[in-house]
Each structure stands twice: as structure tokens, then as C-alpha cells.
């Protein structure tokens, strides 16, 4: 009996001019605006949108239903989310799948763990930090849950 | 003088029916149940155990000494640890490393971290937790250091 | 039209003897002491520095400016920044990155985040903790952001 492996790829992709991704990677499905840049080592999965001239640093994950705006840079290490494991199961149904809707010119610091929320345009995320409620007010948010620190 | 490079592999593996990996991934030793699926860029150490239907989201690292039930969801970035720094030196011997087991129905947010713990059946560990104590009651928790939130 | 592809590289570097790289990694630039250890699925920037015996696991990421001393720990997943976003802005131009110098004797646990700090020679970072500022005594540190815990 073997086991059944699997080559990572970048298969179905939507994109504008001038993108470059580091390999290997593990993409699929995926729409990107121009000049849009992908570090190695990420995953991003199908019914994701990445706009104009965002980063995504190495190492991290975008799942199905974010969505990323122009001039955003995803830091190293961050990973999205699109199930909060309602009554302790996953949903194998994506139609279950909360959405994330990252605005435009936010930057978003390493390792820092996005549950399924609205980012408002210009927020910066500090590294590290968990983002678990809407941001709708622009500014520096850092910490576990992360919470207001100061305007920009 | 060259630098030594060393491929990843997936070697001495035992499994059961079904499993699947998403390479790269650097897999030594280990033993998994049926159905299990591991998605890419993941590393699995000797001495572990992985049970039937779990799966392992991309980018996580699972070391020695941890055993983990069946139906289980381990969510992309969760890293696993087996060494305590005590005396503030590594372990080089695997023997003082410490155990930890995760039982079934177990469902593990993304970019989790888990110390040396027992994690009781049908818990849910949100996304970004430090999981530093072992968890006794079913439930959600969260944090750094992670807490009890509310039944499920 | 096609999306440029990069593939993973190990290139300009200077290393001493019997240093280790599991690959796939994505490492240019750097200069390493001897017996330096690197995991699979890290990314090392250029302008760093690893000191002789220390061991770089898997997952991490570690920036331009970062110095790491001798005997050194640097566990799975961790991330080094060098950019505060000031002004919510992204710095383009390296001669504004701030720099991290990790002592020798240093331990960081898994998925911990390293803010610009110096880390004073002999401390422990527990797993999944955020470091936002220097340590000048030695200890062990941990949480998000890190605070002291108790002496080793």
C-alpha cells in the first residue's frame, strides 16, 4: 500500500500584470490584481481575491472567502480563517464559511491570526496579534485579542 | 567547502488506508490511522501518532512524543513542543522530552501553540490560543495563556 | 500571460564548517557561524547573522538586521521584524529596518514573534510569545506581549 502524495501547485489563477510568487507554494483558485507579490511557503485557497499591489509575506495562509485590498502587506506567518467550529465541528460546507474583508493600505505584522472579521482601510495590526472583532475605526491594534493602542 | 543540504522526505512511515500528504513535507517515523490528510509545507517528527480521519493543516509542526485521537482538526501554523527548557538548556536526550496527547474529536485553531498537555475529548481551541495547562473539561478556550470561554 | 515563478534558493551565503540546511528553504545573503542548523521551510534574508552551534527550526523566518548568537535556540515557527510600520507606512528602503541581536545562549520557544529587541545573553522565551522590548536580565519570559516569569 502506498501512501498518496500530492505535489503542491499554482493551478487556476486569475491575475493581473506583473506577479511574482516564490516557490514552492501551494496556490489555487485565486484571483490577484497587478504587481502582486507571494512570498514561498503559502497556501492560498480558491475564492480568495488579492487587489493591486499587495504583499504576502512567507509562510502564510489565506483561505477561501478573504478578501485583500490594494497596498496591503501580510507579514510573515499569518494565517486567516473562515470557521469558528460553531457547536464544536467543522463545517465541510464552504457555503458555512464566514467571510474576511481586509480593506485597502493595511498592513498586517508576522504571525498574526485573523479570525473571520472586517479590517478597516489604513489599520495597522501588530505583530503577533489576534484579530478577533471587526476594526472599523483606523489605527494601531496590537495583542491577544488584539485591542486599540493609538491613532496613526 | 559546501554546506551540507538535506531534502525533505517522508520516510519510515506507517499509515492505514487512505491518507493522504501535500508535499513538500518533512515526515520521519511516525504512525498514522486511516483517512488522514496533511497539507503542505507541515513537519512530523519520530515517535508521533496520528489518528484516523484527522487532519493536519498546512505549515503546522508536530514533534516527538505527540499523540493525537481521531477526527481531529489541526489548524495551518498550530506547532506542537516537547521540551520544557528547564535549567534553561534543550533536551538532547528524547527521554526527558515531555508527552503530549490530544484526544479525540479535538478541534485546534489556527496558529495555535500547544505545550507539553492533555487536551480532553471534544475540546475547542480558538485560533491564535498557548494552550499551557492540560485541559480536563470539554469546552472552548482561548488566549495566551489559554482560558476557559464557555461550554459548547 | 504568464505569473513570474521564483523558485526557493540557497545563494550568497558564508558559513563555517559543518552547517546544515534542510531544504526546501529560502536563505540568500546571510552569514553563518559553524555547526549552524537550519530546518525545512525557513526564509533568511539577507544582512543576518547566526552564531556557531545555534539551530534555526522549522517555519521561521528571521530578517535583514536580525544577529543571533552562539548556541542558540530558535524554535518552530518563529518570526524576527524589523519594521514598525510607523506612520502605517511599509519602510522601502533598509537603511530605516531596526535591528534585533539575539545574545548567545538564548532560547526561544515555538511560534513566538520578536518585535526590534536586543534579548540579553542565557534567556528563555516560552512558546507563542510576542517580545515588543528589550530584556536586560536574564530569565525566563513569556505571554504577548512578554513579561518576566521567574528566574532560571
Known amino acids: 500500500m502506498k501512501i498518496k502524495k500530492i505535489k503542491s501547485k499554482i493551478k487556476n489563477l486569475k491575475f493581473g500584470i506583473n506577479c511574482t510568487i516564490i516557490e514552492p507554494s501551494n496556490i489555487y483558485g485565486s484571483k490577484f490584481g497587478k504587481n502582486v507579490f507571494i512570498g514561498p511557503f503559502v497556501e492560498i485557497q480558491k475564492n480568495s481575491y488579492i487587489g493591486d499591489n499587495t504583499r504576502v509575506q512567507s509562510h502564510s495562509f489565506i483561505c477561501e472567502k478573504v478578501k485583500i485590498g490594494k497596498n496591503c502587506f501580510i507579514g510573515h506567518g499569518t494565517m486567516f480563517t473562515n470557521d469558528d467550529f460553531k457547536k464544536g465541528k467543522i463545517n465541510r460546507n464552504s457555503k458555512y464559511f464566514k467571510k474576511t474583508v481586509i480593506a485597502d493600505d493595511v498592513l498586517i505584522g508576522s504571525n498574526s491570526t485573523i479570525l ?28 491577544n485579542p488584539a485591542k486599540y493602542l493609538r491613532k496613526i
Open 116 to 143: 473571520p472579521v472586517h479590517i478597516c482601510r489604513g489599520s495597522v495590526i501588530g505583530a503577533g496579534s489576534v484579530v478577533t472583532k471587526n476594526i472599523k475605526k483606523k489605527g494601531i491594534y496590537a495583542g
